[in-house]
T-cell receptor, first 107, second 114 residues
């Protein structure tokens, strides 16, 4: 049972452009987490935003959280070909993942 | 050591075989997890161990049997699997159970059942 739903499902951009992915979830949360997965291998934890935070930055990543709308967004600025991966939001407890956004960054 | 190590990376097994997947971490994490991921789908939780005790079993068939011999090691024993069990099996750990920590994932075991 998915807790998070992401859109778009797929996103293709040119290197240097920004990429924005959105996540909606269903229940109350303590935090929301974003993960990256390259080529069907292990997931890498990118960032965790707590329910009392509205925005958080980590390098080229910016995450926002709107608990009233039960939604979050992940912005990757100045994208690189190496950012090509699937991105998942996840809600804690059992860490249930959304469907994911497949990002393709073309050189 | 900030890694979760999974072995083997690839496994092909017949439907009558018995095999085991292994997961190891030396970060002192006290919660460990098994996930199953089919192609183009998100990971799905199978089992959670907290302080070496099984705390969550997401209605997984008994042909999958988890084991946590100590705080650093997690095994998944496989027996009489079906072809539809072919998937990427991911192990993860977190400092403790509960909702407050990010998870560290291993690279996974790509399982093919023939």
């Amino acid at each position: 049972s998915q807790q998070g739903e992401e859109d778009p499902q797929a996103l293709s951009i040119q290197e240097g452009e920004n990429a924005t992915m959105n996540c909606s979830y269903k229940t109350s949360i303590n935090n929301l987490q974003w993960y990256r997965q390259n080529s069907g291998r292990g997931l890498v934890h990118l960032i965790l935003i707590r329910s009392n935070e509205r925005e958080k930055h980590s390098g080229r990543l910016r995450v926002t959280l709107d608990t009233s709308k039960k939604s979050s967004s992940l912005l990757i600025t100045a994208s690189r070909a190496a950012d090509t991966a699937s991105y998942f939001c996840a809600t804690p407890g059992k860490l249930i993942f959304g469907q994911g956004t497949e990002l393709s960054v073309k050189p | 050591d900030t890694e979760v190590t999974q072995t083997p990376k690839h496994l092909v097994m017949g439907m009558t075989n018995k095999k085991s997947l292994k997961c190891e971490q030396h970060m002192g994490h006290r919660a460990m997890y098994w996930y199953k991921q089919k192609a183009k789908k998100p990971p799905e939780l199978m089992f959670v161990y907290s302080y070496e005790k099984l705390s969550i079993n997401e209605s997984v068939p008994s042909r999958f049997s988890p084991e946590c011999p100590n705080s650093s090691l997690l095994n998944l024993h496989l027996h009489a699997l079906q072809p539809e069990d072919s998937a990427l099996y991911l192990c993860a750990s977190s400092p403790r159970g509960g909702p407050f920590y990010g998870y560290t994932f291993g690279s996974g075991t790509r399982l093919t059942v023939v």
